[in-house]
């Protein structure tokens, strides 16, 4: 796929499986792998299809937010998603190092697509399209995970230049889901469903294409808790494609989940913040008075993460962050 890049960030070791995975399929399909790491990677790391850099190297790259970026944080991935654009990517893939790939995940991707659409429904539960497990994606708001989902009837040509493809065996799900049900669960075959306007419903960074035109919607902000960092991006993202007319899509699953060691009750303790904020945050960003178009996208943004900031949900330090992010697109 050409002027296509896959992004990854992980501490792991060159004999990763599912990173020596990534990287073997990635050659076999033309895509150039970048893999950002952090202190805690190893001092030698050489994986062939795999662009990796260290975090001594991520100083050294002519960005500014590479100067200012938190170590040992997950938005250490922004620096890939940089370094992807300056090589001139138009479409950008990205996953984690326990996600692994089915073989239609390396299929062309195309921002043209043929699908359900939803739109003035408020909070909508994407996973009970594709499963009758009552299920829910991490972030959802809790308050309104018994509501019943709208029927999907209108089928549309739409342009969506966002698209979160679904995991299965362990999907994106909260703490509170993983202490309290079952898994594995895997999905159903749907046709693709897509969230247009006030129609609103989490994404992750599991397994998500970015057209070129959304590439400043991609950031991740670094000084929130960190179970919400992609969380809150794609509320925001949302919020912001709004302004620009574009679906958000949702597809079936192209990966499978093998899921790293996590301490549940740690994640527990970290979500609590979005348990009881994910509505309110919802509600605030939809009152804002946003400008409408792409060439918006960037004011918009830093409209966006200030109300979290005056909130106290986003530290007010995200700003010079933000700051040295949206002047590469300006």
């Known amino acids: 796929m050409e002027n296509t890049f896959l992004v990854v960030t992980s501490i792991a070791s060159d004999e990763h499986p599912i990173l020596k995975k990534l990287a073997n399929e990635a050659s076999q399909n033309n895509i150039p792998f970048i893999l950002i790491g952090d202190t805690k990677s190893p001092s030698k790391f050489s994986l062939e299809g ?19 970026l938190p170590f040992k944080h997950y938005a250490r991935k922004n620096l890939g998603y940089l370094l992807a654009i300056s090589k001139g990517a138009d479409v950008i893939i990205e996953t984690d190092d326990d996600n692994i790939p089915f073989e239609d995940f390396w299929k062309k991707r195309e921002i043209n697509q043929h699908s359900y659409l939803l739109s003035e429904t408020g909070w909508t539960n994407i996973y009970r399209y594709f499963t009758d497990i009552n299920i829910w994606p991490r ?46 669960v895997s999905f159903n075959k749907n046709t693709n469903v897509a969230f247009g306007k006030n129609t609103v419903c989490p994404f992750n960074s599991q397994n998500t294409t970015w057209f070129k035109e959304a590439f400043p919607l991609m950031y991740l902000p670094s000084y929130c808790s960190f179970r919400m960092t992609d969380i809150w991006r794609s ?29 549940l009750m740690k994640d527990f303790s970290d979500e609590i913040i979005g348990y009881t ?51 590469i697109f300006n």
């Open 50 to 68: 795999c662009d990796f850099y260290s975090a001594e190297q991520q100083q050294n790259l002519d960005f500014e937010l590479a100067k200012i």
């Open 139 to 184: 972030g959802f708001a809790l308050d309104e995970i018994q509501k019943e989902n709208p029927p999907l009837t209108e089928l549309k040509d739409i342009r969506c230049p966002i698209q979160q493809g679904l995991a299965d065996e362990n999907p994106d799900v909260d703490a509170l889901y993983r202490l309290v049900f079952p898994l594995p």
């Open 235 to 263: 509320f925001i993202a949302q919020r912001i494609a709004w302004t620009c007319g574009w679906p958000i899509l949702f597809h079936n699953s192209t990966v499978w989940q093998v899921r790293n060691d996590h301490n």
């Open 277 to 327: 904020n994910n509505n309110l945050i919802i509600k605030i960003l939809s009152e804002l008075n946003l400008k409408e178009g792409k060439e918006n996208i960037s004011s918009n943004l830093i409209l966006c993460y200030q109300k979290l900031i005056d909130l106290g949900l986003v530290g007010k330090e995200e700003l010079e962050l933000l700051k040295a992010w949206v002047q």
